[in-house]
Nanobody
Framework: VQLQASGGGLVQPGGYLRLSCAAS????????MGWYRRVPDNTRELVAS???????NYADSVKGRFTISRDNPKNTNYLQMNSLKPEDSAVYYC????????????????WGQGTLVTVSS
């Protein structure tokens, strides 16, 4: 099982980006999916998460600006980031709780590689 993150880049303040995270491999089912970012003290903070039923949670700092969604048949989730601010600059990581085929209901957390978001004029 692998997670592939994409969509990062350089954008001006007030701009937008859409991150994608696609899971591939021998997958039975995916529970929660989410995005974290590495902050200056080198810890990862939760940006947004979405459960299998579509319910979502957001960090207070991104509420009203970011929207997380998922396409279950494609095993993919998306993070639409609008009104970006310089303080949103970070490496963003996606993760997902996945049960592999033949291993259900044992869910394990998988991480994708980071994708860099830079918000600067």
């Amino acid at each position: 099982v692998q997670l592939q993150a994409s969509g990062g880049g350089l954008v001006q303040p007030g701009g937008y980006l859409r991150l994608s995270c696609a899971a591939s491999g021998s997958i039975h089912s995916i529970h929660a999916m989410g995005w974290y970012r590495r902050v200056p003290d080198n810890t990862r903070e939760l940006v947004a998460s979405i459960a299998s039923d579509g319910s979502a949670n957001y960090a207070d700092s991104v509420k009203g600006r970011f929207t997380i969604s998922r396409d279950n048949p494609k095993n993919t989730n998306y993070l639409q980031m609008n009104s970006l601010k310089p303080e949103d600059s970070a490496v963003y990581y996606c993760n997902a709780a996945i049960a592999r085929s033949g291993d259900y209901p044992n869910f394990r957390v998988y991480w994708g590689q980071g994708t860099l978001v830079t918000v600067s004029s």
